[in-house]
């Protein structure tokens, strides 16, 4: 795995958390649980939360689309890449 889709894969889970706190704050909003929170708040919160998550999901998936379509284009340069560090960890051949 490349860094640019790990760094994808850390976005969406982070997208998919903030999505699930907006479903949490729905939940709450409609089963009329107590809050000190003002209604109209708390249907902002739940928008705001929401549409971050959204964006958050998009931008991974257009990150990792694009360093999927880099491998593709490059494989043999990701391969020596990851050959030249590999070397590098054992330390000088003697």
Do not use: C
């Amino acid at each position: 795995m490349n860094p640019a889709t790990g760094r994808a894969s850390l976005f969406a889970i982070a997208g998919a958390y903030v999505i699930y706190m907006a479903y949490e704050l729905l939940k709450n909003l409609i089963d009329n649980v107590p809050t000190t929170m003002p209604r109209w708040l708390q249907i902002l919160a739940i928008v705001f939360f929401a549409g971050a998550g959204i964006a958050l999901l998009v931008f991974a998936w257009k990150m990792w689309k694009k360093a999927k379509e880099d491998q593709d284009q490059n494989p043999v340069d990701l391969e020596q890449q990851e050959t030249g560090a590999k070397s590098e960890e054992d330390g000088p051949e003697k």
